[in-house]
C-alpha cells in the first residue's frame, strides 16, 4: 500500500469515527447501551462462530437485548 492510500485510508476512518461519535449525542443511555451490546454481541459471535453470518447477527441480537436490559 503506498503513502496516498494509506493517507485516503486514515482520512477515512477519521471521518467515520467523527460522524459516529456525533450522532451518538443525542441518544439516551439506554440506547448508547443498546447499541453498545449489539456491536459487542456482533464481535462475540462472529468470533465464536468462526465468522458465521448467522452466528454474528444472533450475538448482535443477543447483545442487544442484554445492552438494554442493563441500560434500564
Given at each position: 500500500m503506498n503513502a496516498l492510500n494509506s493517507r485516503?485510508?486514515?482520512?477515512?476512518?477519521?471521518?467515520?469515527?467523527?460522524?459516529?461519535?456525533?450522532?451518538?449525542?443525542?441518544?439516551?443511555?439506554?440506547?448508547?447501551?443498546?447499541a453498545?451490546?449489539?456491536a459487542i454481541g456482533g464481535v462475540a459471535g462472529a468470533v465464536l462462530t468462526g465468522g458465521s453470518g448467522i452466528g454474528t447477527v444472533g450475538g448482535a441480537a443477543v447483545g442487544g437485548i442484554i445492552g438494554n436490559q442493563v441500560g434500564k
Open positions: 485516503k485510508l486514515t482520512s477515512l476512518l477519521v471521518l467515520t469515527c467523527a460522524l459516529s461519535m456525533s450522532a451518538c449525542s443525542s441518544m439516551s443511555t439506554r440506547d448508547k447501551a443498546t453498545a451490546g449489539a
